[in-house]
Every structure is written in structure tokens, then in C-alpha cells.
């Protein structure tokens, strides 16, 4: 080949192409690990300041008082497995109706809206919707409350939910609706026992990803659920939650009160964990959909 | 100027499949070499191969030689970089940088290989759309329209020039024409006589026509493998193969 | 004219088996079969109402939060208008109600969060989709996955034990030393301080940008990256000129959805930033965000024009991430509107 003409031939212009050709992937996998690098940072510091501290009494007793060595964080565990509960309870059922309502009914200007509402509360942060549910309710009901708190954590988990139980739907192909519909089911009855049977892995990976979501957040429920130094189960009082001990002990000037928060964040995000990887497994879907 | 192509004994395979079965042809400079077949037949794999496009997909292998200008494009010495510049490829579907002015456009291939010069990509630009014989339609407007607002017919010239903008030894075209109308296709198909003085052009068509009218030699293909090749007018009127006359005949295909 | 399957009191029964009792014993009189059919109907629009009140309970919410926004703050709005937002000075104990502290606070941290997290997030999102082998990918993207799922107490209680001291002992002089003469870094190194805030919020919203990108880099047709490379490009110039120009505009939306994130984010940040409402031209300063004072400063607002003023601060919160996060997801629309949503992008 006769060689290149001398635009193109130029010896330092190649060589200089090459050189940013390099650099940039270098520069690409360089930052790779540089933003991995703290999530090992932090995973690897979690086991080790808090796995000294985890241990059967942590899991099962209450705080002490301050001073006193010893406790744990059971009263918060629990409390935060009934925040939850509450959250799920009032958030799922409320989620999946809107997301069938848009998937089924909602191909239009109102779905639009309703859509368009959903993406809103997405991004609606946190704190605020702490201190809304504080007016709402934590005022008329004149005291703190783990209902309180589970309604806080359901508004969040509604959009979530929402979206992705209308993208799941939306994925059942129609010929089996239309199969359904063609034997005499009544259409009520082919959403329900057809078509979200069909979607239901898919809308159970949302939930759990919008679950994992709530389960580590903390600002809403400062002024609703609280918190509390010992136990309490019932849903109509101020309620231990663990994102909320880690907080106030972290933030605490007690060597004693930081060791257990380590120790609570490690329970914390082995339970996140669990969720995303068995979320991970079972889908290939992702958490951060999820939360932008 | 243009220079010849030397294929010998390629073969190419997808992962586990192979696409490309030992071909050997030859395609003369400063000519048009036609390579027909039915769908699935290997002929894009085969241009792909001819500037190492093929190799993009990750479970690509090849074999074989291919002789461009008497280099071999496989050996170690070659940058694959560097060949796609002196080989130019037009794709099936017009594919103009939407983000880009239909000056940027054509200057893309001059920017990326360090041409600053403004005056020199004037002239450049210039002489590639009156290459592409798409000057005249758009000169009032280079740099005011994106290379996507223009027809279908016009942005597969555009994509022609950008590729003649670099100057390259061959142009490779993938069905050029196929998505185009009769009009667009018969401006395209001039282009291609024009060219061929120029460049070696090969172009792959399911459309016989098309290659009876542009191309001086046609190969054809089928199932992956080179059946018949040799001056268009053979091919066409008095094939040797069988198989090839079925072809041209519309057994099938 | 559909067969009266749908009469209520029958749950389990399958579809089938109905079809043939029904087909074999047709009704005698018109009644039972029309008022099926009306049951049927009934059912049908019953759920359908349900599932509307359902949709239509979302936008309740949204509507409610406003309202309670709006309520919450009316006192404070009467008392102080649009001035809230100009004054400097936040002092509760003697009546002074200043937010421009905050409103400087969230928007510094903000962008030098995403000062910092913009271009490591492309930098992932770059590797990820065009350069890293095919077996990594999962892998690393997983891994981008948990770094979005750590909980924002996490990171604040990492922030505080580990990357405090570190910016206090190691960084903060360092920058102090070779930068200080910028004003950007003057004063006693606290590490704790916007600094520490920028840094920790950059952590936690390069997933969210890296994720986003990627699925916008994704959309960009395999075409454009041929057409790149059929004129001579290098990889790079490739990954240039055929994909990151192609999506420029869902890049953009990406790093906006960002900084809505990090202007919403209250637990790390209220953990590291020192919680000080004032406004300073060093990062090495403490400082105050719009969700750190209402995090912090709630609980303790006895008096109602206190709580008003923090309500009117949730409210310009609010709006603010409201504005963000819709002109975010208009960026991102237009890039990959066109393309099927691929709920498996990662």
C-alpha cells in the first residue's frame, strides 16, 4: 500500500491518537475502581468494627443505660420489622393497584398524570415526608408511633411499587389475556389470576427492591416513629427503629453506644444485602431503578 | 487511487458458526466488484472482513488472507485503525451522526485523523459532496442542518461523502441502496460509476440489476461460500454453475 | 354474549370446567343468566374503581404533602415572605429566621458533590459498557448495585469514623498547604465540614448518575458506533464521537438526577457537616443544609413560628427537588424514548 498521504501519515498524530486511545480506558478503569473502592472501604470496616460487637446478646437485648457496658438492639430489630410491616402492608396493596390501574385502565392522559404523580413522590426526599406524616398524624394523634412511622415508609414505597408493577404487567404478552378472556374469565378475574400471577416474580423482586429501599431509611422516621430505649410492640407508641439507633448512637460521644452502632449497621446491611443479592439472583434486575 | 483486493482462502466464524467458508477472489482496482447471494448468504460478513469490521463483535475469528494493495491486513503490522481509514464503508442504512452538521459530518473522518486546518476542511468538505454529488442540494445550509434532517436518498450521499472525505484506496458498500426509492437508488447507482474511476469499489446487492448495471465483475455467494465469480456479463448471460443460474434465473433467492 | 361464569360465591373454580357446565346446562329462564351477566358486569367495574381509587391515591398523597407543606408553613410565609431566603442570620432563640445559610449549604455541598461524582460516574458508566470484558460486567455492576443500596445512616456512620479523620489528618492539610491560597481551603481543619459533605454525598450519587448513563449509552444505536469506526476511529474516538455525543443530553439528565438526589439527602450529610448556619468561602468550614437543620432542629422547635420556618424550609426543599428531578427526567426521556424499555439494562 503506497504509503498514507502526509495529512494522515503524520507520525506524532497517530502516535498521539494511540495515546489518548490508552489513556482513556485507562483512565476509564482507573475510576472504576476508584468509586468500588469505597464500597469495599465500607463493607470490609463494617465487618470488622461491627462483627466484634455482634453477638447473641446484641441481638436479643435492649439498650443500658449509659455506662453500662452490654445490650443491644433487639427492641430496635423488632421495632423496625414492624415499621415495616406496617409500610408493606399500606404501601404494596395501594402500589400494585396503582400499577394494575395504569397497566390495565391507564393508557392515557389520566394514566399520564398518574404516572407523572408517582415520579414526583419518587423524588420527594425523605425528610419531607417525615415531617407531612408528623402533621398528619404524629399532631392529631398527639403522640410518636410505629403506625406513624409505617405510613412515613409506605408513601415511599408506593412509587416504587407503582412503577414497577405496571412495567411487569405491561410484559405479559396480551394473547394471554386474551386466552383468558376468550374462555369466559371475566376480566377482573384475568388480571388478578392471570395476568399478575403471570407478572408476580417480577412485581415480589420490585416489592423486595423497594423494600430494601425503606429498610435503611432513617430521616422519616425522626419525627414519627422516633424511637425508644426499650421495647415496645405496640403499633400506637413510639417505636425503636434500627436505622434510628444507629443514628443516635453514632452520633453519641460514647465508645460503647458507637461500637454497637457498627455493630447494628452490620444487621442492617446484611439484611439490604440479602435482599438485593437474592433480588439479583432471581431477576437481573437492579435497585437503583428503583430509587432514582 | 484505487488498488486491488486479494482474497485468499478466507474463512470467518461467529463464536462456533462459521459464516465463511475458504474464499478466494480477486477485485481489480479502479473497478466494481459486485457480490450477490440470497439473504444469509455471507456477503456482509464477507465486505466486513475486508476492513476488519467483522472483528467488532466479540465472537468473531477469522482465517485466511485478504491482500489490499498488497498488504495483508491480518498480519501484525497492521493497525486496524489506520486500514479503516483507507477502506471506507457505507452501511445499509444511512447512518449520519444526528448530533453533527452536514459539514461536521463530512469533516469527522478529517477531525478524528488531526486535520485542523480550517481552509483545508473547506475544500475537503466541498470536494467530497461534489463527490457525493450532494453539493449542489446542500451547500447553502452546511453547518445549519443536521446530517439527519436530510431525505433518506441524500443522507446515505452524505455518509458517502463523509467516507470520501478521508481519502481512502477502496469503498465498501453494504446494499447502499436498499433502503432508497427508485429515483434515489438510480442517483446512488451513477455515484458508483462516477467512483469506480476513482476508488475499488466493492458493493454487495441482493438486487441483480443493480449489478448488472454498475459492477464490471460479480461474485455470488450462497450459504457461505464462494460458487461462481468472474466479469458481470458471464455471470449474467452464461454462468458456469448450476446453482448460480438457478439463482439468476429466480429459482430461488 | 359471555356465558354467566362470573356469578359471585364461586371463587376456585377453574375456567374450563365452568365453560362445559355452562355449555351443558343452559339456562331455562332469562333471569339467572342476565343477572350473572349484570353480577359479571358489576365485578368488573368494581375492581375497576378500585384499582382508580388505588391510582388516585397516589396523586391524594402527592396533593396531601403539598397541602400539609403549605399549611405547616403559612406562618412563617406571613411573617417573613421572600425575605426567609436572604437572611443570614439563623438564630431561633432571638426570632431571627435567615435560610440563605441552608440554601447556600445545599447547593455548595450539591455541586461539589457532583463536582466530584459526575466525572468518576461516567467514567464507570464508560468502562462498563464499552470497555470492560463481558464476563467483569455483572460483577461490576452488581457491585454498583449495593453501593446504591447502602443505606444513607451507613455512609454517614463511615463518614464520620473513617473518612472524618482521614480528611482531617491527611487531606484537608494537604489542601491547605498547596491550595490554601485559593480561599477555598483556609482555617483549622476541622474534617468535618462541607468538605466531608461533598465528598460523602459524591459516593452515594455516582451510582445513581453511573446507572443512568449507562442505560442512555445503551440506547445509543450499534450503528453509530459503526459508522465511528468504519472512518478510522480509535475505541475511544469512538466511544467519542459515536456514543457519548449521541447521548449527551441523557448524560446531562443523568448528573441533574443527581443532584436531585443529593439535594434531598439529610442523614450522612447532617452526620458530617457540622451543622453550623453560616455561610463561609473555605469547604474546610462547618456548614448547614435545607434537610440537615430540619432533621436536626425539629424536634427542638417549641414555638410555632419555629416549626413554621421549618416547614417553609421543607417546602423550598420541596419545590426545589421537584424542578430538578422533572427537568432530569425530561433530559433522560428524550434520549431513550424510542427504544424498549429494558428492564434488564444492567
Given amino acids: 500500500m503506497p504509503s498514507s498521504p502526509s495529512a494522515y501519515g503524520s507520525r506524532s498524530v497517530r502516535w498521539r491518537r494511540r495515546l489518548t486511545d490508552h489513556a482513556a480506558t485507562a483512565a476509564a478503569a482507573l475510576t472504576t475502581l476508584l468509586v468500588l473502592a469505597p464500597l469495599l472501604a465500607i463493607l470490609v470496616y463494617l465487618i470488622y468494627r461491627g462483627a466484634g460487637t455482634l453477638s447473641w446478646a446484641f441481638l436479643t437485648e435492649t439498650p443500658k443505660p449509659v455506662g453500662e457496658p452490654g445490650g443491644g438492639m433487639a427492641n430496635a430489630i423488632i421495632g423496625s420489622g414492624i415499621i415495616l410491616a406496617i409500610a408493606c402492608a399500606l404501601g404494596v396493596p395501594l402500589g400494585v393497584g396503582a400499577g394494575i390501574y395504569l397497566a390495565e385502565y391507564g393508557r392515557n392522559r389520566f394514566g399520564n398524570l398518574i404516572r407523572f404523580t408517582a415520579d414526583v413522590l419518587n423524588g420527594v426526599p425523605s425528610i419531607v415526608v417525615g415531617i407531612v406524616v408528623y402533621a398528619l398524624i404524629v399532631l392529631q394523634q398527639k403522640h410518636f408511633s410505629a403506625f406513624s412511622g409505617g405510613v412515613a415508609l409506605g408513601i415511599m414505597l408506593v412509587p416504587t411499587v407503582t412503577r414497577a408493577t405496571e412495567e411487569m404487567l405491561l410484559m405479559v404478552p396480551h394473547s394471554i389475556r386474551e386466552a383468558a378472556l376468550g374462555l369466559g374469565v371475566p376480566e377482573w378475574r384475568t388480571t388478578v389470576s392471570i395476568t399478575l400471577r403471570t407478572a408476580l416474580p417480577g412485581v415480589i423482586t420490585a416489592v423486595m427492591l423497594g423494600f430494601g429501599r425503606i429498610a435503611g431509611e432513617t430521616a422519616p422516621l425522626l419525627f414519627t416513629a422516633f424511637g425508644n430505649q426499650f421495647w415496645n410492640l405496640r403499633p400506637d407508641q413510639p417505636t425503636a427503629a434500627l436505622p434510628l439507633q444507629i443514628f443516635a448512637y453514632a452520633i453519641s460521644p460514647y465508645d460503647e453506644w458507637h461500637r454497637q452502632a457498627w455493630a447494628g449497621a452490620l444487621v442492617l446491611i446484611l439484611l439490604i444485602v440479602a435482599t438485593v443479592a437474592a433480588v439479583r439472583l432471581v431477576a437481573g434486575r437492579g435497585v437503583v431503578k428503583g430509587a432514582a | ?253 | 354474549m359471555s356465558p354467566p361464569l362470573a356469578v359471585p360465591g364461586n371463587p376456585a373454580r377453574p375456567g374450563p370446567r365452568r365453560e362445559q357446565t355452562a355449555a351443558g346446562s343452559r339456562p331455562k329462564s332469562g333471569a339467572p343468566a342476565s343477572r350473572g351477566l349484570r353480577a359479571g358486569r358489576l365485578a368488573d367495574r368494581l375492581f375497576r374503581y378500585a384499582m382508580l381509587a388505588c391510582g388516585l391515591s397516589v396523586i391524594a398523597i402527592v396533593v396531601l404533602i403539598v397541602f400539609e407543606l403549605f399549611q405547616g408553613s403559612r406562618l412563617a410565609i406571613n411573617e417573613f415572605g421572600f425575605k426567609f431566603f436572604i437572611g443570614s442570620d439563623w438564630d431561633p432563640v432571638s426570632g431571627e429566621f435567615g435560610a440563605l445559610p441552608f440554601v447556600y449549604g445545599t447547593v455548595v455541598s450539591s455541586l461539589l458533590a457532583l463536582v466530584l461524582a459526575a466525572p468518576l460516574a461516567l467514567g464507570v458508566a464508560v468502562f462498563v459498557t464499552e470497555i470492560c470484558p463481558r464476563p467483569l460486567r455483572a460483577a461490576v455492576s452488581f457491585a454498583s448495585e449495593l453501593l446504591a443500596a447502602i443505606p444513607s445512616v451507613i455512609y454517614g456512620l463511615w463518614a464520620i469514623f473513617v473518612l472524618v479523620p482521614l480528611l482531617r489528618q491527611d487531606v484537608e492539610p494537604w489542601l491547605i498547604s498547596h491550595f490554601g491560597w485559593s480561599g477555598l481551603f483556609e482555617g483549622p481543619p476541622y474534617g468535618i465540614g462541607m468538605l466531608a459533605a461533598g465528598v460523602i454525598l459524591a459516593i452515594m450519587v455516582v451510582p445513581i448518575i453511573s446507572s443512568i448513563a449507562r442505560e442512555v449509552m445503551v440506547a445509543v444505536p450499534r450503528h453509530q458506533r459503526e459508522a465511528a469506526l468504519a472512518l478510522g476511529a480509535t475505541r475511544w474516538e469512538m466511544i467519542r464521537v459515536g456514543v457519548l455525543r449521541n447521548a449527551r443530553a441523557g448524560i446531562v439528565g443523568a448528573i441533574i438526577l443527581g443532584l436531585g438526589r443529593a439535594l434531598g439527602e439529610t442523614m450522612a450529610v447532617t452526620m458530617v457537616i457540622g451543622n453550623r448556619p453560616e455561610i463561609t468561602k473555605s469547604l474546610l468550614a462547618p456548614g448547614y443544609t435545607l434537610a440537615s437543620v430540619i432533621a436536626n432542629e425539629f424536634s427542638e422547635a417549641t414555638e410555632d413560628l419555629y416549626l413554621s420556618a421549618l416547614f417553609e424550609i421543607g417546602l423550598a426543599l420541596f419545590l426545589l427537588t421537584i424542578i430538578v428531578n422533572a427537568l432530569a427526567r425530561l433530559l433522560v426521556w428524550s434520549v431513550t424514548r424510542g427504544t424498549p424499555a429494558r428492564a434488564h439494562a444492567q
Wanted: net charge neutral; glycine share 8%; charged share 20%.
Fill in chain 2, 1 to 253: 487511487m484505487g488498488v486491488a483486493i486479494e482474497v485468499g482462502q478466507l474463512s470467518a466464524w461467529f463464536g462456533r458458526t462459521q459464516a465463511l467458508f475458504s474464499i478466494s477472489l480477486n477485485a481489480p482496482a479502479n473497478h466494481a466488484t459486485a457480490i450477490i447471494g440470497p439473504s444469509g448468504c455471507g456477503k456482509s460478513t464477507f465486505i466486513r472482513c475486508l476492513n476488519r469490521m467483522h472483528e467488532t463483535n466479540p465472537e468473531a475469528r477469522v482465517d485466511g488472507h485478504v491482500l489490499i494493495g498488497g498488504q495483508e491486513i491480518y498480519g501484525n503490522g497492521t493497525n486496524p485503525v489506520e486500514l479503516r481509514r483507507r477502506v471506507g464503508m457505507v452501511f445499509q442504512k444511512a447512518n449520519p451522526f444526528p448530533t453533527m452538521s452536514i459539514y461536521d459530518n463530512v469533516a469527522a473522518g478529517l477531525k478524528l485523523n488531526g486535520v485542523r486546518n480550517r481552509r483545508r476542511l473547506d475544500e475537503v468538505v466541498e470536494h467530497s459532496l461534489r463527490s457525493a454529488a450532494l453539493w449542489d442540494e446542500v451547500k447553502d445550509f452546511l453547518k445549519k442542518k443536521s446530517g439527519a434532517s436530510l431525505s433518506g436518498g441524500q443522507q446515505q450521499r452524505l455518509c458517502i461523502a463523509r467516507a470520501l472525505a478521508v481519502e481512502p484506496e477502496v469503498l465498501l458498500m453494504d446494499e447502499p441502496a436498499s433502503a432508497l426509492d427508485p429515483i434515489a437508488t438510480a442517483k446512488i447507482e451513477d455515484l458508483i460509476f462516477e467512483l469506480k474511476q476513482l476508488y475499488t469499489v466493492v458493493i454487495v446487492t441482493h438486487n441483480m440489476q443493480q449489478a448488472a448495471r454498475v459492477a464490471e465483475f460479480t461474485a455470488f455467494f450462497l450459504m457461505g461460500r464462494l460458487i461462481e465469480f468472474g466479469p458481470t456479463q458471464k455471470i449474467f448471460t452464461n454462468p458456469t454453475d448450476k446453482q448460480t443460474e438457478d439463482y439468476i434465473t429466480g429459482r430461488f433467492g
